[in-house]
């Protein structure tokens, strides 16, 4: 049973655009959410991240919206470019319990120029 | 360069024989863990290590093997590879208590044939 359910799949958005990808989680002892991003060829390395005491962080163009009654955080990508096009992986932790990261399944994401 | 540093890049097997992953780290992190990815399934732990000679599984163990003699190597080993352990690979480590700071190697491709 996967923890932590990511959707899209995929997504393909126009230069420009926003690009969204939700993520919805099981377990509430979770307390720290991060997003990684993933080239191809590369490891993934963290792109932003919450805590579920916060509603929204935002860094640059993209936001984390996190809804915590209902169990779900979300990234939004503002002003999609090329560059951006990439896998986005949402995560789950519970620091108490140590380093472990539970990821959702990955968004393929292509933004055409 | 702080680093994660996995070895062989891509590696091509045959069924049951055996074979080791290297995961090597400068930053003097106490944890280390490794991460089967997979399409769809996102980024799955199979072992970790919170610190020298101090192993434990994570959610997907069976048919691998970890080691942790030396704080920066934390060799996984596949004693007999089967076409379910085709996967791509990846090796991360941080501090104790910091899951924030996760640090990813660049991924072994593996083929089991």
């Known amino acids: 049973q996967q923890q932590v359910k990511q959707s899209p799949q995929s997504l393909i958005v126009q230069k420009g655009g926003i690009s969204i990808i939700n993520c919805a989680y099981e377990?509430?002892?979770?307390?720290?959410f991060p997003w990684y991003q993933q080239f191809p060829g590369k490891g993934p390395a963290l792109l932003i991240a919450?805590?579920?005491?916060?509603s929204e962080k935002k860094e640059g163009r993209f936001t984390i919206s996190f809804n915590k009654s209902a169990k779900q955080f979300s990234l939004h990508i503002m002003d999609s470019q090329p560059g951006d096009s990439a896998t986005y992986f949402c995560?789950?932790?519970?620091?108490?319990?140590?380093?472990?990261?539970?990821f959702g399944g990955g968004t393929r994401v292509l933004v055409k120029p | 360069e702080a680093q994660v540093t996995q070895n062989p890049r891509y590696l091509i097997t045959v069924t049951g024989k055996k074979l080791t992953v290297t995961c090597s780290q400068n930053m003097n992190h106490e944890y280390m863990s490794w991460y089967r990815q997979d399409p769809g399934l996102g980024l799955r732990q199979i072992y970790y290590s919170m610190n020298v000679e101090v192993t434990d599984k994570g959610d997907v163990p069976e048919g691998y093997k970890v080691s942790r003699k030396e704080k920066r190597n934390f060799p996984l080993i596949l004693e007999s590879p089967s076409p379910n352990q085709t996967s791509l690979y990846f090796c991360?480590?941080?501090?104790?208590?910091?899951?924030?700071?996760?640090?990813f190697g660049s991924g072994t491709r593996l083929t089991v044939v």
């Open positions: 991360a480590s941080s501090f104790v208590g910091a899951p924030y700071g996760y640090t």
């Open positions: 995560a789950a932790s519970i620091r108490a319990a140590g380093n472990k990261l539970t």
């Open positions: 377990n509430t002892a979770f307390d720290y």
């Open positions: 919450i805590r579920p005491d916060v």
